[in-house]
Nanobody, 119 residues
Framework: QVQLVESGGGLVQAGGSLRLSCAAS????????MGWYRQAPGKQRELVAS???????NYADSVKGRFTISRDSAKNTVYLQMNSLKPEDTAVYYC?????????????WGRGTQVTVSS
């Protein structure tokens, strides 16, 4: 199993920056992929960015060039650096981990951290 704890959310003005952290309870080198999702009120949860165990990254079109996902294996932590924030980035941000065990994919979620961008 994997426990995920997010931190770093808060209130920021448009154009500002925040860095989210996701601390995992086990070595992230053993986790196949980790990512950040977000869910705004009345909307479905959507993928923001993901990073594989080989450090391949993927981003939603809406955040490309503004957000950067990274990982620190020594700290078992994944980060999401968010720059040039916009009001439409306001959402609860969730950390996600996918662990492949034999032929089964186990998915884990953190509890989320609120990001609010004021105009």
């Amino acid at each position: 199993q994997v426990q995920l704890v997010e931190s770093g959310g808060g209130l920021v003005q448009a154009g500002g920056s925040l860095r989210l952290s996701c601390a995992a309870s086990r070595s992230i080198s053993s986790i196949n992929a980790m990512g950040w999702y977000r869910q705004a009120p009345g909307k479905q949860r959507e993928l923001v960015a993901s990073i594989s165990s080989g450090s391949n990254t993927n981003y939603a079109d809406s955040v490309k060039g503004r957000f950067t996902i990274s990982r620190d294996s020594a700290k078992n932590t994944v980060y999401l650096q968010m720059n040039s924030l916009k009001p439409e980035d306001t959402a609860v941000y969730y950390c996600n981990a996918n662990l492949v065990v034999l032929y089964d994919v186990q998915t884990y979620w953190g509890r989320g951290t609120q990001v609010t961008v004021s105009s």
